[in-house]
């Protein structure tokens, strides 16, 4: 593994110390900050996700706040999905297009106000694209990067942690719904949700100084269930179909490619960016789809910082976006993203660090 | 220094390969790239910049492509500086900046026609910004990403190189100047820049699967002039002055304040993005600026990834936004964006790593 140089462009968490002192010894980058990806135990930290409960700094999925009396009329704008129904206290989880309608960012959209709105982003930026629009718009509303780093605690054991902080009523929040609270007089937000399939909350922290505290107070009060480091789990999130904008999608990916179809409501105003590219690719029908695929091969295979390309019968029909031997399905599985004219069951190969994998394409979620 | 873990997020440069055999052992991202920061030995990477002739993987410096009749429209849009009477084969330096005169990016900006520009930016996403403002004014304008990847080869010895592989034509290019040619059938822009004050070019590949065999040509070529890898030089850029967005300047920063407002024309069309804003700061005069600071401490001091706040009197007046010991100078350098109340000469205290650091306010560039 190559070594990451300190730069002023790459910026720490308010967790970066506590996640020193847990061992952390590696990161990538997203949104121009360091995000851990290890800490040095991989079956440890898969285990605990699976099993217990994993505390992750996700401080990198920043917040681009909407704020004035424009602000839902913003979100609409920028997000093909109806939100016309959200609730104050609400998460939807949105597809963002261009006006051509391909993805450039699927973040949960919080509504906190009817004049406050977050959107909790994925690795683009987000700021430039809404306060482009915004301006370009003459909308009554200031685009920002709030002072806000979400924490994650995931697996089966998490319930139990945050109401163990938090109190009760925790258990009763629904997927994607949030709430405003302090702890221990920190202000944050408590919302269900998380990048894995395995439960849990995050813990959006409202004042950066407070990070070390924050993560300690969990800390503590997670060790009766076992509570230790981890982070969003390659494999975990692979078993379990969890797509990542820029890993899973390129420059030309559209929301029905990367199964967001869903999400997708064509029937939005007509001032949405992207809903008429929509609505013709929703009528042409997407030339590609993802699914998944299961390699042959018994023993891992690192498929690097690249696409691999897959074929069937000699030609080119689609990409490996991402490929992990599985710990629980002993077995590397990917994602392709893949000619439709490609189905479940079809044979193809893949060819990962200069070698054909041959496999066979399945439904998702693996697990 | 910590790992960084591969994904397809982050994708490798054409020359990813050659540099792995050159002995790449670290890597920064940008642009959602790797970009490589060294090759393990320091001080020869830098002397063969000051005194000889080095090669650098910069591909992460991408293109924002602007193609379509309306492309130097869009190209004045974006950038408060006069592109009235750029040349084709000609490049610009320009700040960018959003509407409220906050700057997000820095490209050269290369003319190729009258219907296709180029912006080599910084590492900001400036494709979802020209696209926004391309879509909403409704211009007749393709915004794209091209397969081109910048290579550099920079020092006192690199227009010898350069003219060895084309000949003896690049001696006569201008500043920022280039010209479309081919090496050895590989298509390529061949221009008068590079982010180092020891002069240089950099050799725009435009097909990615020549990347190893450009690297090659280059090194065979400069081998007489004792070529070798390298990167965009920490302490030779902080010696020289040269600003890095987004590592120098944060979310409010304008150009005045970092010495870029000689770059910036008040009198281009009012609808250029943020020419009202820029108009009244100017008017107005900006609150921070860029001095230089020199340290007391003998010793290498390690700021890490964070700006260091900077003291004067126990009041805090700015920060230190990055921090090197100059190899030439033997002291600690940085520069200070501060409160224009400071003024060169003025002692200053940086808190750096926890330890106040004494030193005094001086003009830039250091050498």
Known sequence: ??????????RPSPFYEATVKEGVCAFTTY???????????????????INGVSQWDVAVER????????????????APRDLSKQNVGQGKYVPLCNHQGVLINDPICLKLADDLYWLSIADSNIWFWA?????????????????VSPMAIQGPKAEDVVAAVCGDWVRGLKYFWFKETEINGIPVVVQRSGWSKQG????YLRD????????????????????GPGNPNWSERVESGLVSFGGDSDGTTNPYEVRMGKYVDLDVPDDTIGIQALRRIAAEGPRRHSLGIILDAGDPVTPGFLWNPIYNDGA???DLTNCVFSIRVQKNLGFALISTACK???????????KMEPGQLVEMPFL
Chains 1, 2 share one sequence.
């Open 1 to 10: 593994m190559y070594g990451i140089t300190p730069s002023a462009r790459l």
């Open 31 to 49: 949104n121009h900050m360091l995000m851990p990806t290890s800490y040095g135990k991989p079956l440890e930290e898969y285990w605990r996700l």
């Open 63 to 78: 917040q681009v706040q909407l704020k004035g009396p424009d602000a839902g009329r913003l979100a609409q704008i920028l």
């Open 131 to 147: 306060g482009a629009i915004a301006a370009e718009r003459g909308l009554r509303v200031e685009v920002s990067e709030p002072d």
């Open 200 to 203: 849990g909350f995050e813990i």
């Open 208 to 227: 950066g100084s407070n990070g070390t505290e924050l993560w300690n107070i969990f800390r503590e009060a997670g060790a009766p269930w076992g509570i």
């Open 316 to 318: 080119k029909v689609g």
């Open 344 to 354: 479940v069951g079809d044979r193809v190969e893949a060819l990962v660090a200069g």
